[in-house]
């Protein structure tokens, strides 16, 4: 399938970036960066929240699919989700030298 910019493929659907799903994320963890850490240190509410966002299902909804695919299995997909969360549903862009393009001269 292919996705369209904003959306990050999951194994338990297909996560799309939208402003509710970016208020939801930002709000439940204060900034993007602390995402990132609970993601890094596996932590389940944080993953079922990231994946209620961008399901735009409620966290009671999706906690058991999120167990049994093992949070393991969907770190990639959600770091990849919340990058894309923190610019506005689009992939960062990075200059030749790997620092991020903010289109500045």
């Known amino acids: 399938m292919s996705l369209d910019h904003g959306e990050v493929d999951t194994p338990l ?7 509710r ?26 993953y079922v929240a990231i ?3 961008g399901l735009g ?7 058991k699919d ?8 969907l770190t990639e997909s959600l770091s990849d989700y919340v990058g894309l969360l923190s610019n506005g ?3 960062a862009t990075v200059d030749d030298a790997g620092k991020p393009n903010t289109g500045e001269a």
């Open 13 to 19: 659907g297909t996560l799309r970036c939208t402003l």
């Open 21 to 46: 799903a970016a208020k939801e994320v930002s709000a439940y963890f204060g900034d993007y960066l602390d995402a990132f850490r609970k993601l890094a240190t596996f932590n389940h509410d944080a």
């Open 51 to 53: 994946v209620a966002a």
């Open 57 to 63: 299902k409620s966290r009671k909804d999706v906690e």
């Open 66 to 73: 999120v167990y049994e695919a093992g949070l393991p299995n």
């Open 89 to 91: 549903g689009k992939p």
